[in-house]
């Protein structure tokens, strides 16, 4: 079992199927989700659904505990987003929406999110912006000569 699926088998853990579409889990007897996994560090997110009262947060709460498990286990999300028939947002305000979740828009309904990395540097390192440090290096090498 390679990563993609381990991922998709612990979103699948936190709820049940649902028991009209078994692809998709119902997390909190509120919210559907359907992820598929790819290959490569890659899954498939299909969708993301309110199931009980819109407008509640309890899509972005699954969202945003979704995107920590992504980033924790190092997994790509790819989507393509489009309004559904039912109601609910436009396609316009979904692609906002996964934007301000870190997804990047790479055109049409195409998005992309990859994990988060975080680098630890222990309690007695400093830590400092790297945009600031190449500067000073490249300060240094323009009064070198190197």
Known sequence: MGLEDKFVRK????????????????????????????????????????????????????????????DDMGVTLVLYAKADRGGGMTTKQLISWYVRNGFVHEGGGDMV????????????????????????LAKRVLNTGD
């Open 11 to 70: 979103v699948e853990g936190w709820g049940y199927p649902n028991p009209f579409n078994r692809h998709e889990t119902i997390i909190d007897n509120a919210v559907g989700i359907e992820l598929d996994a790819m290959e490569e560090g890659e899954v498939y997110f299909k969708h993301i659904r309110s199931i009980a009262e819109a407008k509640k947060g309890n899509a972005s709460k699954v969202l945003k505990k979704t995107l920590k498990l992504a």
């Open 113 to 136: 999110r990859h994990p988060k990395t975080k680098l630890s540097l222990g309690n007695k390192m400093k830590t400092i912006s790297i945009a600031r440090d190449m500067t000073i």
